[in-house]
């Protein structure tokens, strides 16, 4: 019975071994194998498809992010930075916008501390494909 039991340990150990060497060359990129990439912006992408209109009133800065594209832009994080006369940064303060329809604009508003100057800057969205919505009207 001992050599059954210590049998069965030895294969199970063996496969365990087995399998883990599979999922290792599971992980490793083949040569000509797909691999997927994020989107990289630059400034002047970013310039390209959304402008920023904003002010100060009170304690809050305020504005509309347009959107100059055919595509829905969601998700998006706005930077706002508070400067110093000498134009360094001081503050950081970061709020989202939930939609920002094709060729339209969407409105912001963030509670941000006191400086002299702002800077409001787009950080980050998502593309959003507006097809399956367009057949949920159907």
Request: hydrophobic share 45%.
């Amino acid at each position: 019975m001992r050599r059954v039991i210590a049998s069965m340990r030895i294969a199970t150990a063996g496969a365990a071994v087995l399998l883990s060497g599979a999922l290792a060359c599971a992980s490793v990129v083949l040569p000509g194998a797909p691999v997927r990439a994020a989107e990289t912006y630059t400034r002047e992408t970013l310039d390209r498809y959304f402008r920023l209109e904003w002010s100060k009133l009170g304690r809050s800065v305020n504005g509309y992010v347009y959107n100059s594209s055919n595509r829905r832009a969601a998700h998006m994080q706005l930077l706002v930075e508070g400067l110093d006369a000498a134009g360094t940064v001081v503050t950081k303060t970061m709020t989202w916008v939930r939609d920002v329809p094709p060729n339209n604009r969407a409105f912001f508003e963030v509670a941000v501390p006191n400086a002299p100057s702002y800077r409001v800057s787009v950080l980050s969205f998502d593309w959003v494909d507006d097809r399956l919505d367009r057949r949920k009207a159907w």
